[in-house]
């Protein structure tokens, strides 16, 4: 059985997100599947039947139990329960790993902000904008001088 730890609702620039914490999981689907294809190996057939048996499960229950359909079913977001001397492992290797997390501040700014690739749109808009306006002004000013000359 899986621990779930917290249910709650994200409000964010995307709309409506629920999220679930849970206890501390080990590796996703994915990292299974590469582990085995880097050492050029195919996984146990019995370690397939096991992980597809319990994501149908899982399925089952979400669907039947709780009215969830999941949309987002991939690798990535299938976690693999650890054992427990498998736990005190990773939270050690957790503990050396470099990269730091997202601080709080970062993520409210993410919410906040708009979709930077249509701020460039709108700035290249405006520079476009303004060339035009400058090329149409020096082609009146031609004009004037011609018509002066005549």
């Known amino acids: ?9 994200h409000h964010g ?14 590796p996703n689907l994915l990292d299974v599947i590469q582990h085995y294809e880097f050492k050029e190996k195919r996984m146990p057939l019995w370690l397939v ?4 048996r319990d994501v149908l499960l899982g399925l089952v229950y979400l ?43 970062y993520l409210k700014n993410l ?8 701020k460039k749109k709108q700035e290249k808009k405006k520079l476009k904008k303004k060339k035009l306006q400058a090329q149409n002004s020096e082609n009146k000013e031609e004009n004037e001088e011609e018509e002066s000359e005549d």
């Open 1 to 9: 059985p899986l621990l779930l730890l917290d249910n709650f609702a």
């Open 13 to 26: 620039i995307h709309g409506k997100h629920m999220c679930s914490v849970f206890e501390l999981m080990g």
């Open 49 to 52: 039947k096991k992980i597809t």
């Open 63 to 105: 669907h039947e139990r709780c009215k969830i359909i999941h949309t987002d079913l991939k690798p990535e977001n299938i976690m693999i329960k650890l054992e427990p001397f498998e736990e005190e492992q990773l939270i050690e290797q957790l503990k050396n790993y470099k990269v730091k997390p997202i601080s709080m501040k």
């Open 111 to 118: 919410q906040t902000s708009k979709n930077p690739k249509s």
